[in-house]
Each structure stands twice: as C-alpha cells, then as structure tokens.
C-alpha cells in the first residue's frame, strides 16, 4: 500500500491551498477505508485533524480547522484531498495523510494516530504572517 501525498508549500496568512493523497495497493474498496488527515508541527506531537468513515457516512473535524479545511474523497481517482481554507501561521507543519482498512462508524475520539496504520510520507505546510 502506497499513500502519496503532495500539495504543499508556503502560503501567506489567509490563502488557501488543495492538499492530494494517491492512494494505491490497496486490498479493499478504497471507500470502505476510513481515511484522515494529520499534522505534526516541530516539537510537537502527530495530530489528526480530520477524519472520515468508510463511504464518507461520518466525517470529523478537529476544532483548530472546522469550518475552514474540507476533506473529500475521489473514489475513481483514488485520491484523498484536502482543501484548506484561510490557513494561518499555527497551520504550519508537515501534513500526512492515513488509511485505516477497518473503519469506525465515527471518528470523534479516534481521529488519532494509534488508529491508522497506513501512511504517507507527508507534505510541508507553511503559513508566513
């Protein structure tokens, strides 16, 4: 299984950028996965920030990028995107996108690392003020 993320760069305070995630080699329907977006910032811990259950039914956000960061899922593509909206300098870090072959029903409490075993090799995200 591959996960390929890209997208990244730098940005000023309040612009926008579309993170993508190739996605191949995967055993199941790529919409039965559960799949997430995570960040890790420097010294600081991996974290996720959104996350969605298989077929989409559930999607959770974390409170740092509700209402501005939008996660997607192109089925025929294979592709997970992020769109991230309004992106400001607490934004900055190295994202990583995640694919977990046994999907909860609801991310609220396990949008974590512990939970996702598939990775990709992250993206830099940088938000200049």
């Known amino acids: 299984v591959q996960l390929q993320a890209s997208g990244g760069g730098l940005v000023q305070t309040g612009g926008s950028l579309r993170l993508s995630c190739a996605v191949s080699?995967?055993?199941?329907?790529?919409?039965?996965?559960?799949i997430g977006w995570f960040r890790q910032a420097p010294g600081k811990e991996r974290e996720g920030i959104v996350c969605?259950?298989?077929?989409?039914?559930?999607?959770w956000y974390a409170e740092a990028v509700k209402g501005r960061f939008h996660i997607s899922r192109d089925i025929a593509g294979s592709t997970v995107y992020l769109q991230m909206n309004g992106l400001k300098p607490e934004d900055t870090a190295v994202y990583y996108c995640?694919?977990?072959?046994?999907?909860?029903?609801?991310?609220?409490?396990?949008?974590?690392?512990?939970?996702?075993?598939?990775w990709g090799q992250g993206t830099q995200v940088t938000v200049s003020s």
């Open positions: 080699g995967l055993i199941f329907d790529f919409e039965d996965y559960g």
């Open positions: 969605s259950s298989a077929r989409d039914a559930s999607t």
């Open positions: 995640s694919a977990d072959p046994i999907s909860y029903a609801d991310y609220a409490s396990t949008c974590s690392t512990p939970h996702f075993g598939l």
